[in-house]
């Protein structure tokens, strides 16, 4: 962990890692892994309630973070969650809120952005496709309807879509790459939860057949995602590599023990 954490952000790592024993620990992750079963909603909120999901988005909208640098805020959570090994949708759903808090019309950051941030609900990001393509507009179409769109295709690589209450798709229109926020469970949406190496997270596809929503699905300005997109993936390559660094952390120490 890096030296020069403020004293607030020392802080915010030990009530995270006091969390974390006191709810999932490693041996208490294991128990849960061999009996297949995965975190509930009570889990999302306890954490939600240390502040999880709240250092990207503004405090006008509910949020706000400890140091006013809400991604080294996070950053330090993601790290804690990778050594710990702490499942559950994080990323994706920390992207959503800071997308939300940029972007998102007064309808979503009312209705959906709150939710988010006290983990009433969790957020699934379908921006791959099944083939691994991070471009975004890979996988799935979106063709303007009657007061609204008419999403299908495929979406792959997405992390605990099977739990999400919200979907952020990003699909391919006539008027250039859209994102859409949509309901899991909206009729047409159809989640295969596929195998991977990493038993404490669940990757997904996500197949969209004749998925009909409405304008104000659509999260930002029609044909102008590009630059939210490419700001997601640089966000959640970062909030990745803090993860991992937690992981391999845990693992060099574990031997350097031995």
Known sequence: MDPDLSPDQRLLRETAERFIEASLPLGKLRELIDAGG?????????AAEVGWFA??????????????????????????????????????????????SREGSEEQQAKILPDLITGEAALAWAVADPSGDWSGPAGAHAQTVSGGYRLTGRKGLVVEAQSAQWLLLTANTTEGLTQFLLPASAPGVGVEVLSGLDLTRRLCEVRLDDVVVDDSAVLGRPGQAGAAVDAQIRLAAVLGAAESAGAMQYLFDLTLQY
Do not use: K, M
């Not at 995965?38 to 306890?46: F, K, L, N, S, W």
């Not at 991604?71 to 939300?100: C, K, W």
């Open 38 to 46: 995965e975190v509930g909603p009570a889990y999302r909120r306890a």
């Open 55 to 100: 250092f990207l988005a503004p405090e006008s909208l509910g949020g706000g973070s400890v140091s006013d640098a809400g991604v080294l805020d996070t950053v330090v959570l993601a790290e804690l969650r990778g050594r710990y090994l702490q499942p559950g949708s994080f990323i994706d759903t920390n992207l959503a809120v800071a997308t939300l």
